[in-house]
């Protein structure tokens, strides 16, 4: 079962050893089962990778990703054809009618809405949290109201002050947003994978510029497990933090905590995974109710027996 989300933010050499990725710095060696691992960030410009790591990251499922100058993530490398029915999926996925469409992204704004009011309710907003409840009440087919929107400036308004704003890139907490909302669109853009699927062909998302339009779509019930863990970090630290090693190490650990799924508490990653695997039914039985989607737990790391 993989679980494991790796961060590498000094140099070194990767390689592979026995099913097993070798890390290799200043003269010290670990290693990490593959079958474990997930997902790689590698922070560091001076960090080295063997292509027979790489290809083993393909055949176990293992996505990677790089980071820019800033130390951002800006790379990812994704398994390839590794699921057994993918023409059938693809043809599945072209032939998607608009109608079929809108109801399934009705689905996800509904359930990212509750899980935002979840968020609020948690975070004793309770006011604030049954108003969005209302607000998920209401959103119709291909949300033509735009209520995610709406929504989604109480909603972050209310957890971190009136002035606050998702589009001040320089802001510290949009900073630690938008760092684990990429390894969490990486986690999702890898199952999708695994399960057949094109990322570049979404529900709603659909930016000819954009490689991970079904991607997009599917993250956004899973963003408020996110926002609820950066409202922890950012309590304990007093809004102060940077995005230190330490502090991304905390937040790629997001796809470590527990998410509600089926009435059944599993990790992110498990409920990712889970969700694409549902996407097939709606699909090809053409009812958009058999789409699954995940439930905001208070926030807690999953216990593994």
Known sequence: MTWRSIFISQGGKLSLKQNQMLIQQDGNEFTVPLEDIAIVVAESREIVITIPLLSAFGLYGITFLTCDEQFLPCGQ?????????????????????????KQLWQKIVQQKIRNQAKVLSICNFHTESARLLKMAMQVKSGDKDNLEAQSAVIYFQTLFGKGFKRTEDENRVNSALNYS????????????????????????????????NLADDFIEPFRPLVDLLVVDLANKDKLSFNLSPILKQRLIKVL??????????????????????????ALSQRNADLLKLPEILPLAEHQYE
Request: aromatic share 14%; glycine share 2%; charged share 15%.
């Open 77 to 101: 490398w994704l398994p390839f054809n590794q699921y057994h029915r993918q023409l059938k999926t693809l043809k599945l996925q072209l032939e998607t009618s608009v109608p079929q469409k």
């Open 181 to 212: 909302y990429t390894v969490m669109r990486s986690a999702v853009a890898r199952a999708l994978v695994l399960y057949g699927w094109l990322p570049q062909i979404g529900l709603f998302h659909h930016s000819e510029l954009n490689a991970f």
């Open 256 to 281: 470590n905590y527990q998410l509600l799924f089926k009435q059944e508490k599993v990790n992110t990653l498990t409920a990712i995974e889970r969700t694409i695997s549902t996407f097939q039914s």
